[in-house]
C-alpha cells in the first residue's frame, strides 16, 4: 500500500478527535441531537484548523443510519463507510478556488432539486468560498435562501471578510479558533505512540509552536521531521536542522552582543547562522517572537503559561530582560517587524538582515524619535559604569554655565547678600555656606570624586544652588543646555542623589534634603532663586 501523509491518515473520523475546536463540536452535535438542523453554515478560521474535516463529520453525523446518542456517527455503517470514503453521492465537495464561474453554481441549482438516492441530507462542502465571483455568488444567493429541506449547505472559508453580507446573514457562521501549542503537542505525541516513533518532548514542542496554531501545518512539519531521519529517534536538534531553525541560547547571544552596541560580534552570529544553513526568513520571525518574549518577562513576573517555556529558558531570559529597557526593546521588536514582512521578498536576505542588526547596535546612524532616546539610554549606561570618556571639549561644555542663547541671563545688579540677610534666619545662613562649601569641596577633592563618580561629578559642576522654597532644603538647578539637561537626568537617579547627600551630611554633620529641578525664567528677586555660588557669604547679622 502506497504511503499516506500524517494529517490525510489521522484525519478525525469522529467528533471527539476534533482538537481545540469543542465550542463549534458541542453546538453541531447539539443540533443534531435535538433535530434542530440549519440549511447552510458558514466555518471561518486560519488554515488547518478543523473546518472541512469538521465539516465532513457533521455530514456523515446526518446521515448516519445508526448514530450515537451524543450525535456522533457510528462509522459502521454503509453511510457512514461511503462518506469516509469520498464515494457517497450525498456529499458534494466543491473547490471554489477552481469552479468559481456562474455556471458550476448553475450547476448546483439544478442539482438540488432531486432528493438524496440513499440518506437524509444532500450536503454541498463549499471550500475556499470567498473565491467565487460575484456573478456566482448572486447565483448561489437564491438557492442558499430557500433550499429544499433535504439540502444543506456548509460554506468553509480562511477569510470571511470577503464574502458578502448577503450571504453571511443566511448562514449559521462558526469560527475556528486557532489551536493552542499544549493541544497540538498532546496530540502529535498521541500520534507518535501509535506511529511507534520515538521523539523528544522538547522536538515535539518546537513542532507544534512551528505550526502557528494550525494542526495540519504540525502534523506536516512533523511528517517531513520524520521523514529526514527515517528509523531514528527525532530529537530537538534534528527537528532544528530540517527546519532551519535557530536555538533559543543563540537569541540570548545575539541579543546581548545588541545591547552593548557590539556590531562586528553580532554580524558575527549572523554568519554562523547563515554557514549552518538556516532559513533566514524563519531566523527573523523566531527572534521576533523571542525579543516579544522577553517584552512579555519582563513586564511581568507571571507569564509560564503564556510563553511555553522550560524552567531554564525562563530563567535565562527573565536574566537578559534585566538588562534592556522596555522602551528599547519595543524599538528592537518594531525594526524586526518592519523586517519580516521586507525579507520574505528580498532577493539579498543576508544584507537585508546585516542592515537591521547595525540599526539595532548604532542607534546614531538614525534621527528618528526612537533612535535618539536609545542612544541617551545608551550614554546614561555609560555615565552609570563610569565608562563614559569625555574629550576636553565635552568638559568644557558641561563645566558652561547659562551659555545657551536660550537660557535668561543672570541679573547682575542685585544685592544677593541682602535678600538672604532680610528673609533667612541667621542659623540658615550659615548652613547654606557650609552646604555651599561642601558642594564646591565635592568638586575640588580627588577622593569625594572618585566616590560619587567623576562624570557626574563634572555634571554637578553645571547644576545652579538654590536654597530651597521651604527654607530648609537644596534645589540643584539646571539650565536647559545640552550638559544641564543630561545633569538633571543624572541626578533624577535615587543612587546619585543619595550619595550626594551622604557626603554633605559627612562634611556638614547635618541631614540635608536635595532635590533637581530644571532651572525656570525667575529672577533672583528672592532666596528660594539666589545662585549661592555667587554669594561671598561675608553676610554680617545685626543684633
Known amino acids: 500500500m502506497s504511503y499516506m501523509a500524517l494529517y490525510r491518515k489521522w484525519r478525525p473520523d469522529e467528533f471527539e478527535e476534533v482538537k481545540g475546536q469543542e465550542h463549534v463540536v458541542t453546538t453541531l452535535k447539539n443540533q443534531i441531537t435535538h433535530d434542530r438542523i440549519g440549511h447552510a453554515y458558514l466555518f471561518c478560521g486560519t488554515r488547518g484548523t478543523g473546518k472541512t474535516t469538521v465539516a465532513k463529520l457533521f ?7 445508526h448514530p450515537l446518542e451524543d450525535g456522533s456517527p457510528c462509522n459502521e455503517c454503509a453511510t457512514c463507510k461511503a462518506i469516509q470514503a469520498g464515494n457517497s453521492l450525498n456529499v458534494i465537495e466543491i473547490d471554489a ?7 458550476n453554481i448553475r450547476d448546483i441549482r439544478e442539482e438540488v432539486q432531486y432528493s438524496p438516492a440513499e440518506g437524509k441530507y444532500k450536503v454541498y462542502i463549499i471550500d475556499e468560498v470567498h473565491m467565487l465571483s460575484i456573478g456566482a455568488f448572486n447565483a448561489l444567493l437564491k438557492t442558499l435562501e430557500e433550499p429544499p429541506s433535504y439540502v444543506i449547505f456548509i460554506l468553509a472559508t480562511t477569510e470571511a471578510h470577503k464574502i458578502p453580507i448577503t450571504i453571511l446573514s443566511r448562514c449559521q457562521r462558526y469560527d475556528f479558533r486557532r489551536i493552542s501549542i499544549e493541544t497540538i503537542y498532546e496530540r502529535l505525541m498521541e500520534l507518535l505512540r501509535r506511529e511507534g516513533i520515538e521523539a523528544e518532548e522538547k522536538a515535539v514542542r518546537y513542532v507544534a509552536k512551528a505550526a502557528d496554531g494550525s494542526m495540519r501545518d504540525a502534523l506536516s512539519l512533523l511528517d517531513q521531521c520524520i521523514a529526514f531521519y527515517l528509523g531514528q529517534k527525532l530529537t530537538y536538534d ?19 552582543e545588541i545591547v552593548k552596541g557590539q556590531t562586528m560580534e553580532a554580524l558575527s552570529i549572523i554568519d554562523e547562522i547563515i554557514w549552518q544553513g538556516r532559513e533566514l526568513s524563519q531566523f527573523v520571525t523566531d527572534f521576533t517572537w523571542y525579543m516579544r518574549n522577553l517584552m512579555m518577562v519582563k513586564i511581568s513576573d507571571d507569564v509560564n503559561d503564556q510563553l511555553d517555556l522550560s524552567a531554564e529558558n525562563l530563567a535565562i531570559m527573565k536574566k537578559t530582560a534585566g538588562e534592556i529597557e522596555l522602551a528599547t526593546l519595543m524599538r528592537y521588536i518594531r525594526v524586526f517587524s518592519e523586517l519580516s514582512n521586507q525579507i520574505r521578498y528580498a532577493t539579498q536576505k543576508r544584507v537585508s538582515l546585516e542592515l537591521a542588526i547595525i540599526k539595532l547596535t548604532t542607534p546614531q546612524m538614525e534621527v528618528d524619535t526612537d533612535s ?25 561644555v558641561i563645566s558652561a554655565k547659562n551659555t545657551a542663547s536660550d537660557v535668561p ?7 544677593r547678600e541682602a535678600i538672604l540677610k532680610r528673609e533667612l534666619t541667621p542659623a540658615r545662613i550659615e548652613d547654606l555656606k557650609m552646604i555651599k562649601d561642601s558642594l564646591e569641596k565635592i568638586g575640588k577633592d580627588q577622593e569625594l570624586r572618585n566616590r560619587i563618580g567623576e562624570t557626574t561629578a563634572r555634571f554637578l559642576e553645571a547644576a545652579k544652588i538654590q536654597n530651597g522654597h521651604d527654607n530648609q532644603s537644596i534645589l540643584l538647578s539646571f539650565d536647559n543646555t545640552p550638559a544641564g539637561t543630561m545633569g538633571y537626568r543624572q541626578f533624577s537617579k535615587e543612587e546619585h542623589i543619595d550619595t550626594l ?5 559627612e562634611l556638614t554633620g547635618k541631614q540635608v534634603e536635595i532635590s533637581v529641578v530644571m532651572a525656570d525664567t525667575a529672577k533672583e528677586t528672592d532666596a528660594s532663586n539666589i545662585n549661592l555660588a555667587k554669594v561671598n557669604f561675608d553676610v554680617i547679622v545685626e543684633d
Open 97 to 103: 478556488a477552481s469552479n468559481n464561474g456562474v455556471d
Open 409 to 415: 541671563q543672570e541679573t547682575t545688579d542685585i544685592n
Open 372 to 396: 535618539i532616546l536609545d542612544r541617551l539610554r545608551v550614554l546614561e549606561r555609560k555615565v552609570d559604569k563610569g565608562t563614559l570618556s569625555l574629550t576636553e571639549e565635552q568638559i568644557a
Open 59 to 65: 455530514a456523515k453525523a446526518v446521515n448516519c443510519e
Open 238 to 256: 534534528k527537528v532544528l536542522e530540517v527546519l532551519g531553525a535557530v536555538d533559543i541560547d543563540v537569541f540570548n547571544r545575539l541579543i546581548t
Open 501 to 505: 547627600k551622604d557626603i554633605v551630611g
